[in-house]
């Protein structure tokens, strides 16, 4: 069993605030996969020269790039639309897998949507978090609201919907739910409650 804590679940879903809260109590060192597909969209390189990338080289790019651009929904599709190809996705098992070895003395939290059964299918944990639609895309855009006032919510409920169907109904490593996750659905929970019920799994699994 590898000492991880995957966490999967659709576009939005608050999995990342909840991943990086999650690290912060318990203390386990965090990475955010979505970020990863993120910089590797955004370089748009050939994949000759993505190979010679490391993934720590990855993860300094996300301090150079604009964060609003990264990730932004525009940036989220093109993500996606990468995410299905599967030598992109070989590579990007590699170095997530990568970062879990250079850390193997300590707890990893990962959050994506094929960590828990493709990445790290022996994870101690597997959380799936999960919220409506609409929940989501209200939150996506209240969010985006603040540093972009044109941002429409109908584009944003469009955007999300078809970045979830894309995810799910890709062919290699789809978002996929069953029940060696315990499923979390923050549709009526805050962040806190939400929160409260990832950590008390977590603990007694500890
Ligand atoms: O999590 P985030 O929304 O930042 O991810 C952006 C996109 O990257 C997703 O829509 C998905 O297509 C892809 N992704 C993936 N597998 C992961 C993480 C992200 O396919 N483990």
Avoid: W
């Avoid at 651009?69 to 990468?82: D, M, P, Y």
């Avoid at 059964?117 to 994870?123: G, I, K, L, M, N």
């Avoid at 409506?132 to 609201?145: M, S």
């Amino acid at each position: 069993m590898s000492s991880v804590v995957a966490i999967d679940g659709p576009a939005c879903s608050g999995k990342g605030t909840l991943a990086r809260k999650i690290a912060e109590h318990f203390q386990f060192i965090y990475l955010d996969t979505g970020m990863l597909y993120r910089i590797i969209a955004y370089l748009n390189k050939p994949l000759e020269e993505l190979c010679n990338l490391s993934v720590f080289d990855v993860i300094k790019f996300s301090q150079k790039f604009n964060n609003n651009v990264l990730r932004s929904e525009e940036n989220g599709i093109r993500a996606s639309n990468l995410a299905k190809d599967p030598q992109i996705r070989e590579l990007m098992l590699k170095m997530q897998r990568d970062f879990v070895n250079y850390h193997s003395k300590e707890f990893c939290v990962l959050d994506g949507r094929d960590i828990g059964t493709v990445v790290f299918p022996d994870a101690f944990c597997k959380l799936f978090i999960t919220a409506d639609l609409e929940t989501r895309a209200k939150r996506r855009f209240q969010d985006l609201k603040k540093v972009n006032e044109h941002i429409k919510y109908n584009d944003i409920f469009a955007d999300i919907k078809r970045r979830d169907e894309q995810d799910i109904k890709r062919d290699i490593a789809p978002l996929h739910y069953d029940n060696s996750y315990h499923l979390i659905d923050t549709t009526k929970q805050s962040i806190e409650e939400a929160l409260g019920c990832c950590i008390s799994v977590i603990s007694s699994l500890l």
